[in-house]
DNA sequence: TCATTACTCCTTTTT
DNA sequence: GGAGTAATGA
């Protein structure tokens, strides 16, 4: 193996790589060549024997960074990377670690890991055992609160220390205690546990930490601007005896604050390492000019940065960055398109463009026109493979075979296929096992002692419970695969897609198979299952030539050569919501998301919003993203693509139901939308309610009279529902009586 | 027990 | 417009 990798490099990458020890950031912006430095820092260290690969920890976010860079390594030190034991995410790292010394969190070294949704479930019960009314105090509420505490990298009785939400009766804290035993009894962890858990273990035993601060020499973290507490503190704990961690990251791309992602683990850096050194990647090998130009002006107007500015390698400007504005979603869906089809006819290839999006309800749209017009397409991220439901029945199968007491999985498949026991039996075992302090698989032998049940339910039981107790006699026997499809065989859930006539069942067995398929890549069942859950990810390996749809989420760390942007719209990007819980960090976490968008863009850049989409079924008008004013004009080429017949006949229906009327009027203008009569003819109709005493009628409270008005605002005294403000233009003006 | 229907609340983003 | 849930009927 020779240096090569090295000349590859421009000087501050060069910089970064030959920087040895002591605590190192490398801030690098988009299309700087972060995945290159990265690697070829491992690959240095290896090749210059400062460490074995086994003694280095490299963190990723997510399987296909962990992937990417295995392949990366070995093309430059040459065949396989044997050792690296310690590439992973983080969450497969903390399973690692939490299967090595799982019995002190109380655990057996093969517990499974539990999905959103059994978590879900779990939680619920718990909050059943509470007398919690769920309606009032909703499960995944709960459920938000104890993985903010985990991602905090806090532990049930270490949380009196964290302002203790008083939501829910002040039970959520015996509810996350509650929660914790339960899965501690059904052996499994959730997420935020692989993290957590270790974490706890190696704060609270020397030795072990002790083993594992020798263990890594080096530690050398991706997408550092994305970790959360627990994961700082990880890194921290883990690196305090060599100091050696080098931290790659941009804090213009951090988009993961919903998760607990604390962006001040990266702009406080330098003071949590002593004597730590930033180099900063800023030539960017990605982007036009003006597209650079573009996403520059927009991150500009975040406060929170560390401060870098991207600069092209591209001498000419390239391409505008072209904003178009369209009548409705479903014609901003036909206009991209038709753009499509042009590339299409031009005989450039379908693969280097891709359609972000905010959030994956706006890929519908798109999906249906492109089947409609015959444009290949492929959804990236989505439903996980793992998160079907035949593959989640499947698997529940597998593990009840393996532990039939897993009481989640058991009441997932007692009654797939139908097997005539329903909620009655199944809340008979559940109180039942809560009584005598068993599964629900001992609680039914149990019940099948007895005459409880009906004959035909106690039938149907008690050939489900042998099942049960003959794959698990015959699981350690037999070769995995082929004790999976006896499984799916004799409980007759293959045969129940199989007679199902249903578009879908098709695909369904079509992805069992698929499933089944991989578990011969690994050795046993156990092992199967353990990586189900955290690594396993069907890829769809095709080589057509596709246009790629996916949030912009799962675009971090893409390129294309053209990207749409569509739904640049106030409430879609940035998002409503993230507005309302989070204010300005919010505003500012959803305008690096825009800039994680931007930059994904090698060419060309189409920005797209429509005036009008259905939400929720119904249709709502949208003011154009606050984001698209903040792009400097220089980079820009608009137009607004629909006729002045429409925006005369339309844009006053759509105004007369918007909520915020007078600030939608004002941007309009602002925008150029709307003429001067236009906007004083709208606001007349949003004053149209000027009397008080005028009795009125609102959808929802009813018949009333008007105490008073604030521009919009009126309030009214409800016959039905007494005082209220409301907005003027929900209500109807009733003139007889 | 299961199927149908009425009704609610909703939806961000993912390991 | 759709998923999940509670109420209702077969």
Known sequence: MTNDYLNKLNDSQKEAVLHSDGPLLILAGAGTGKTRVLTSKLAHIINTKQSFPSNILAVTFTNKAAKEMQSRIGNIIGGAVEGMNWLGTFHSIGAKILRYHSELAELRSDFTILDTDDQLKLIKEVIRMEDIDEKKFPPRFFLSFIEGWKNKGLMPNEISAYPIEIFGKGKSTSIYENYQARLQRLNCVDFGDLLLLPLHIL????????????????????????????????????????????????????IYGWR???????????????????????????????????????????????????????????????????????????????????????????????ILVRASFQMREFEDKFILKNIPYRVI??????????????????????????????????????????????????????????????????????????????????????????????????????????????????????????PTSETRIENIKELIGQMSEFSSMTDFLEHVSLVLEIENNDNIDKVSIMTLHSAKGLEFEMVFLPGMEDGVFPNQKSLDEKGNIGLEEERRLAHVGLTRA?????????????????????????????????????????????????????????THKISALDRLQAAGYIVENDYEELQTEVNRITDIGQRVFHIKFGYGIILSIDIDRVEVNFEKAGKKIVLASFLEIVNNE
């Open 602 to 658: 090698k060419n060309n850049l189409v920005l797209t919003n429509a005036c009008r989409r259905r939400i929720f079924g119904s249709w709502s008008p949208s003011i154009p993203s606050r984001f698209l004013s903040e792009i400097s004009d220089e980079f820009i080429d608009q137009e607004i693509l629909y006729s002045n017949q429409i925006i005369e006949n339309k844009l006053y229906e759509q105004l007369e139901d918007t």
């Open 203 to 254: 704060k609270t035993n020397d030795e072990i930490l002790n083993k594992y601060q020798k263990l890594f020499k080096y530690i050398l973290v991706d997408e550092y601007q994305d970790t959360n507490t627990v994961q700082y503190l990880l890194l921290r704990i883990l690196s305090q005896k060599n100091n050696n961690i080098a931290c790659v990251g941009d804090d213009d791309q951090s």
């Open 381 to 502: 991220g989505g439903p996980r493979f793992y998160e079907r439901q035949e593959i989640r029945d499947v698997i529940a199968y597998l593990q009840i075979a393996l532990n039939p007491d897993n009481d989640i999985k058991f009441e997932r498949i007692v009654n797939t296929p139908k097997r005539g026991i329903g909620a009655t039996t199944i809340r008979l075992l559940n109180d039942t096992s809560k009584k005598i302090n068993t599964s629900l698989y001992e609680a039914s032998k149990k019940i099948l002692e007895t005459d409880e049940l009906k004959p035909q339910t106690k039938n149907q039981l008690k050939n489900f419970i042998k099942l049960i107790e003959g794959w698990n006699n015959k699981i350690d026997k037999i070769d995995h695969v082929a004790s999976a499809a006896l499984i799916l065989e004799e409980s007759g859930y293959i045969n129940m897609w199989e007679n199902d006539k249903s």
């Open 260 to 354: 607990g992602a604390d962006l001040n683990n990266i702009l406080n850096f330098e003071k949590d390492f002593e004597n730590a050194r930033v180099i900063r990647l800023e030539t960017n090998y990605r982007s036009s000019k003006n597209i650079l130009g573009a996403a520059r002006s927009l991150i500009s107007h975040n406060k929170d940065r560390l401060g870098k500015e991207l600069k092209s390698c591209d001498d000419d400007l390239g391409d505008k960055v072209k904003i178009r504005t369209l009548w409705s979603a479903e014609d901003e869906a036909n206009f991209i398109s038709e753009e499509i089809e042009n590339i299409q006819h031009s005989g450039k290839s379908l693969n280097n463009i891709a």
